[in-house]
């Protein structure tokens, strides 16, 4: 088996995301999570993922701070996984992977499901990248400044 390489120490900060929900798994379980799945049996159930896979994969997001474990809402004595602060901040990353599977990966006449405005019943509008004064950007409007050493030679 070959072994994992972290890459918790990169210079990249998408390198280093994907240290921490890079792997097929921890991404569709935040997607519960952020869709009110909250207890092991509904995230095996929902995702037909291993025990011991699900177990690692819980652990994992919870010692990272993407997952906390509180009381079971019910008053019954599991614990359940709910998403941090951390972990709610993914949103958008699954927004963003929703809405490129959507234009990408189905045919037209393919049912697929949709995110909605709760308020609204109402498609949500697609996410768009802005300049700080307001103007749209797409890929070729932008560029990775690298890192200058920050610490001088000795």
């Not at 798994?25 to 009110?36: E, Y």
């Not at 906390?68 to 963003?96: M, N």
């Not at 709760?118 to 890192?147: C, E, F, I, N, Y």
Request: aromatic share 8%.
């Amino acid at each position: 088996m070959v072994k994992r390489v972290s890459l918790w120490n990169a210079g990249c900060p998408v390198a280093r995301a994907l240290d921490v929900i890079g792997d097929w798994w921890s991404l569709l379980i935040i997607r519960d999570a952020v869709d009110g799945v909250r207890r092991f049996s509904e995230f095996q159930s929902g995702l037909g993922i291993a025990r011991g896979v699900l177990a690692t994969r819980l652990r994992d997001l919870t010692e990272r701070g993407i997952l906390e474990t509180a009381p079971a809402s019910d008053g019954t004595a599991y614990r359940e996984y709910v998403l941090s602060e951390k972990g709610r901040g993914l949103f958008l990353v699954i927004v963003a992977l929703r809405q490129w599977g959507k234009d990408n990966l189905y045919r037209p006449e393919e049912l697929r499901s949709s995110l909605v405005d709760r308020q609204t019943g109402h498609p949500v509008a697609r996410l768009k990248l802005h300049a700080l004064d307001g103007r749209p950007l797409g890929w070729s409007d932008t560029r990775v400044d690298k890192m200058i050493e920050i610490y001088p030679k000795a």
